[in-house]
């Protein structure tokens, strides 16, 4: 019963680098989120899809990039890290309902990643 | 981007107290959820409301969705040390299909 898998759940890298955190769902959901977590905030959201091929902006996309090239996978890139992207970075993923625009989401169990 | 504010943001009681955390905005949502986190987890589902006036329990746990749809409580009614933890309204907008996340409030209930 894996759900949603995120890779790697931990990393440090040095401001300037490039790194990519991969989303992987087994339910065959339509809609898959990435979220970034700090403190005080709440969970904000930095790039969505509603399907296959299909990515949108959310609240804070500055300085990520996503692809959806199967449905099953949802990847967010970082061309640069800049210590701003000190985060918990949480995937999730929706079933489309219809007449229901957000179903539960399903919630990975974050990555956790430094920029020093 | 609608906005969400709970409160408090913190809150720590002792165990058999009642309890009732806040999230209030200036705008309508077609639905709002909550979420339960724990530590190094995602989280998880607890309700959707969806109605406004609706009241939802779950055990302990009751939930309501105001009249116009802007804002929600959640009421914990003796509280148990395993209720503590991250709670999070999420209101979905009415334009589209995202979640507007509050801010959160930590729950910390002791023995």
């Known amino acids: 019963n894996a759900g949603v898998t995120q890779t790697p759940k931990f990393r440090v890298l040095k401001t300037g680098q490039s790194m990519t955190l991969l989303c992987a769902q087994d339910m065959n959901h339509e809609y898959m989120y990435w979220y970034r977590q700090d403190p005080g905030m709440g969970l904000r959201l930095i790039h969505y899809s509603v399907g296959e091929g299909t990515t949108a902006k959310g609240e804070v996309p500055d300085g990520y990039n996503v692809s959806r090239l199967k449905k099953q996978n949802f990847l967010l890139g970082l061309e640069s890290a800049a210590p701003s992207q000190t985060s918990v970075y949480f995937c999730a993923s929706s079933p489309h309902i219809s007449g229901v625009a957000t179903g539960e989401l399903f919630f990975g169990e974050g990555s956790r990643l430094t920029v020093l | 981007t609608q906005l969400l504010e709970q409160s408090p943001q913190f809150l720590s009681i002792q165990e058999g107290e009642n309890l009732t955390v806040y999230c209030n905005s200036s705008s309508v949502f077609s639905s709002l959820q909550w979420y339960r986190q724990e530590p190094g987890e995602g989280p998880v589902l607890l309700v959707t409301?969806?109605?406004?006036?609706e009241v939802k329990k779950l055990k302990r746990l009751t939930f309501q969705f105001g009249d116009a749809r802007k804002d929600s409580s959640l009421h914990i009614t003796a509280a148990q040390t395993g209720d503590t933890g991250l709670y999070l309204c999420a209101g979905e907008e009415t334009s589209g299909s995202r979640l507007t996340f509050g801010e959160g409030t930590q729950l910390t209930v002791n023995p």
């Open positions: 409301v969806v109605t406004g006036g």
